[in-house]
């Protein structure tokens, strides 16, 4: 195989880093649902991770990587909310200022939680403004050092150990998956992902999936060239709102995933449902896609074993009591 | 010290039995809940326990050891959800046929989880009927093998195993708990517990959780002896509505528990919310009285590390919908 921009190596030494600050999630299963679907469904509950979601691994792996003097300058982010929470939290374990751009129109707990732990945060007009063009122009007039969302190794190495995580527990309780089907934004999580499990699970196949009007991804593979989503629907999946996958993520995801799905808004609302029944897990809808292709058979689990990303768990109790009551 | 009815070999026992069927729930915590409350406070997530609460442990240890006569002639227990699924999927698991007696306001997620574990299920009206008889007139009939809520020295080593995993991620953690926080309805869980803790992490304080108006261990504990609770208080938390410590249990918890706390229902509630909002955990009712109990302060957490029991998270969306949008 060709050289590949992140590798096995690097996802094992992200473990190392991350050993001891970064949760070890469980990999879960219903069998009452294992039942109902007639195979089995294995959820990585990445919701359980610091700060609700994966993204503290990337953030944390990136940031440890920096010199002292680029930590004591500062980091700068832009997100939604998830990867400014990881990136507020690593930024804090390793004793740097960080400075989140996020849109005016996220969600009031990522942008609470991003404070909390110590983060300053500058907020801009997802449909005015364009987030890299504050973004650097605050860096440059401070000398702030970009913790990007996913286009970097070190950042895709971190998410990477989710994807050694479940082959591990896999290993150990003896179950050989199938397939895996990964939320996918950027792409970050499934380069990483499909890094370690192409690595360490021989003839796994390889999902993303995304919401219904942003499934870039899955049509960039379709067509295997990076492609836009047209316009800007609206989503509940605020985590997935990626316009077009990542130049590097995508480098990698071209070469290690087979396809990519895209799922309505019902069916991820469904699987936050089932995450709640089956699983006692709280799921934002971004965290859900991957659960709701599996629950809605888009991805089949009939007499196969599949593992899914629950990758965070940061909805707003008003519209996660709203969205479960109408699924109920 | 005395002999114990229940001994740390015991839960070492169910231990080994569990090994590979129970899943080996998460202690968590959240870095900014701690900083909020200035102190260290671990969450044992059983509501991530197969079946939804910790009851899996205590039935699968008891019907494990009965002899394969005993599991041909089935089994019966009663319960208002969380032991009735327990005993089913444990009866399940080891090959026996299950019935159930269950009060006809059981939750319904409960029912029905009991009955797709492949249970049979009979109702009675909780007002009305004794459950005692009714079980006791059923097994008579039947040849069945009662598995007790609580009161058995089997059920108390498995559900001990909580405890024991509790002290084992403590060790490699490197933390010293001050104090353990137990949900209590019976007190099976918190005897088990007690039973581990008190053998394992020396000098450790615990303390049973109750719902106000349901807190006759708590008033037991104070007495010395078995009181009862005086009428039939409405509660959300229908897993903890024992009319009197079990008489085994309040044997143990006597010797091994400092005291009993009550909770209020809106510091319960604020409970499940922060479950939500910090551990991205489904709480029930009587799975977050623990909880509860450190959030409000009735049990101090500021300067010390505090353990606390999330001991289950069956509760029907519709009703967690609108108690966690009432709390939002």
């Known amino acids: 195989m060709e050289t590949m921009p992140v590798t096995l190596a690097d996802v094992a030494d992200a473990a190392r880093r991350l050993d001891g600050r970064a949760v070890r999630t469980p990999l879960l299963e219903s069998p009452l ?17 610091l700060t609700g979601s994966f993204k503290f691994r990337g953030a944390f792996n990136k940031i440890a990587q920096l010199s002292a003097e680029e930590r004591r300058r500062g980091l700068i982010a832009y997100s939604s909310g998830n990867h400014a929470q990881g990136v507020a939290a690593a930024a804090r374990y390793l004793n740097a200022p ?23 945060v500058v907020c801009y007009d997802r449909h005015g403004e364009s987030r890299e063009a504050i973004t650097e122009r605050i860096m440059a007039e401070r000398g702030l050092t970009l913790v990007r969302p996913y286009d970097d190794p070190a950042v895709v190495a971190g998410q990477g150990t989710v994807g050694l995580e479940i082959a591990e527990d896999c290993k150990a309780r003896g179950i050989a998956p199938d397939a895996a089907v990964i939320c996918c ?5 499934t380069a990483g992902i499909a890094t370690a499990l192409s690595g360490l ?4 196949v390889l999902h993303t999936a995304e919401p219904a009007g942003w499934d870039d991804t ?28 990542g130049e590097l993520t995508f480098a990698i995801n071209r070469k290690l995933v087979r396809s990519g799905v895209a799922l309505a808004e019902s069916d991820i609302v469904a699987a ?19 659960l709701a292709a599996a629950l809605s058979g888009v991805i089949p689990v009939a007499g196969r074993t599949v593992v899914v990303t629950l990758s965070g768990g940061n909805v707003d109790p008003a519209l996660y009591a709203k969205l ?4 109920a």
Request: with cysteine; proline share 7%; net charge positive.
């Open 33 to 49: 649902l294992n039942e109902q679907l007639g195979g089995r469904l294995l959820v990585k509950a990445e919701c359980l991770q």
């Open 98 to 120: 960080a400075l989140i751009v996020m849109p005016a129109d996220a969600p009031a707990i990522k942008v609470a939680n991003t404070k909390a732990w110590g983060a300053d």
């Open 185 to 189: 934004g950027g792409g970050g999580l």
């Open 201 to 204: 699970v021989p003839g796994i």
């Open 218 to 245: 899955a049509r960039s593979l379709a067509a295997g060239t990076r492609q836009r989503n047209e316009g800007s629907l609206p989503s509940l999946c605020d985590a997935l709102l990626a316009p077009t996958p």
């Open 272 to 290: 936050m449902a089932a995450a709640h029944r089956y699983f006692k897990l709280v799921a934002e809808p971004g965290g859900a896609v991957a």
């Open 324 to 327: 479960l009551g109408g699924a």
